[in-house]
């Protein structure tokens, strides 16, 4: 259950004011081409000195891609993972696949408010983005996965989503000649199987990383890099806004979990811990890095700009007893609200185009 603030969000809203008149030197590590490490999560120091140093520590872009020890990266099993996630054969009508509704050409999720499945009917909640899944330590919006290997079966089976037996998926795979060599070269003794499949497609989502951003750049000291209302954006956002007490670190997310007052009948995290009254309503918090490309907003997509989401949290939504109490009335002037999408704007990369694979026959 997440703590309603941190050692890091506090200590980034104490040292904002100094930062607000000039941030200087900032440093960040950046991709370029993605290195793949092992371990399972970036682990950001606790002890962050004071001032402009704590800001670098709260927002250096990791220097590898985190990869399970038992999952670990390899070449071959990327490669299997991409064409398994772009292919419609994985349901049961051959007309949905991953990419379906976690296209790279909407930030890698559908460009809809909720998303839709088997049947064209529309689900309950928005496809959430998979950019920067390989440092999440729990998935969906409701937490109920531990796992993204977990999650890569989990839509695949849904009867509201790909509807596909996963029996009957592998029927099916085996009957497609082209791809036994390719799972025998990515899992060596092991073959085709669910838990192959599985961790093959998770793999490929871990590759799918952020590129580096005007903000990164910025940190990094070229001070040219952002406008000055983004600088003041960013003051706003881990100041007066709030924003960073969930929205933290690099891919700004502290992946807890919390109920900002949308008016939705749906519980969300509750559902799992029904005795906790600050679960009742809540759902994950997502990462921000490419914001822009990610419109309409929320777990239910009701919210199509980042200025109603500003202006939700200023009012801070509907008071009730789950509600967060991180959610009060922020009383944001206009000056404020323009400067906080001006920052989050600069999350936003140069992604490259994502090529389709050439599927299996």
């Known amino acids: 259950m997440p703590?309603?603030?941190?050692?890091?969000?506090?200590?980034?809203?104490?040292?904002?004011?100094?930062?607000?008149?000039?941030?200087?030197?900032?440093?960040?590590?950046?991709?370029?081409?993605?290195?793949?490490?092992?371990?399972?999560?970036?682990?950001?120091?606790?002890?962050?000195?004071g001032g402009v140093d704590a800001l670098k520590a709260l927002y250096r872009r990791p220097a590898t891609i985190p990869f399970p020890k038992d999952n670990a990266f390899t070449p071959e099993k990327a490669a299997l993972g991409k064409k398994l996630y772009f292919d419609t054969r994985l349901s049961v009508t051959s007309a949905q696949s991953c990419a379906s509704c976690h296209s790279p050409g909407f930030g890698w999720g559908d460009g809809l408010a909720v998303g839709v499945g088997h049947g064209m009917a529309k689900l309950?909640?928005?496809?959430?983005?998979?950019?920067?899944?390989?440092?999440?330590a729990i998935y969906m919006w409701d937490g109920r996965l531990p796992t993204l290997e977990d999650q890569a079966l989990g839509p695949i089976q849904s009867p509201g989503e790909m509807n596909m037996k996963l029996d009957q998926l592998m029927t099916r795979l085996a009957s497609i000649p082209e791809y036994k060599p390719m799972f025998d070269a990515a899992f060596p003794g092991e073959g085709m199987k669910p838990r192959t499949l599985a961790q093959a497609i998770a793999t490929?989502?871990?590759?799918?990383?952020?590129?580096?951003?005007?903000?990164?750049?910025?940190?990094?000291?070229?001070?040219?890099?952002?406008?000055?209302?983004?600088k003041r954006g960013f003051a706003v956002f881990n100041g007066k806004a709030q924003c960073a007490a969930c929205h933290e670190g690099w891919n700004f997310t502290n992946e807890g979990f919390q109920d900002i007052g949308l008016p939705s009948t749906d519980v969300g995290r509750g559902e799992y811990l029904p005795g906790v009254i600050k679960m009742?309503?809540?759902?994950?918090?997502?990462?921000?890095?490419?914001?822009?490309?990610?419109?309409?907003?929320?777990?239910?997509?009701?919210?199509?700009?980042?200025?109603?989401?500003?202006?939700?949290?200023?009012?801070?939504?509907?008071?009730?007893?789950?509600?967060?109490d991180l959610m009060r009335p922020l009383d944001l002037s206009a000056q404020d609200k323009a400067d906080l999408v001006a920052f989050l704007k600069t999350l936003t990369s140069e992604l490259g185009p994502t090529a389709v694979p050439v599927l299996p026959r």
């Open 3 to 49: 703590t309603q603030g941190s050692h890091r969000s506090r200590l980034l809203a104490a040292t904002v004011a100094s930062a607000a008149l000039g941030v200087l030197g900032f440093a960040t590590i950046g991709f370029g081409a993605a290195v793949v490490g092992e371990s399972r999560k970036v682990e950001i120091t606790q002890k962050a000195p």
């Open 280 to 324: 009742q309503h809540a759902f994950k918090t997502p990462g921000l890095r490419e914001i822009t490309r990610r419109s309409p907003y929320m777990h239910d997509g009701s919210l199509p700009t980042l200025e109603a989401v500003i202006d939700h949290y200023d009012h801070a939504g509907v008071d009730r007893p789950s509600r967060s």
């Open 204 to 230: 490929y989502e871990r590759t799918v990383v952020s590129e580096r951003a005007p903000f990164d750049a910025w940190i990094e000291g070229n001070e040219k890099a952002i406008s000055e209302e983004a």
């Open 124 to 136: 309950g909640r928005r496809s959430p983005t998979i950019v920067n899944a390989a440092w999440s």
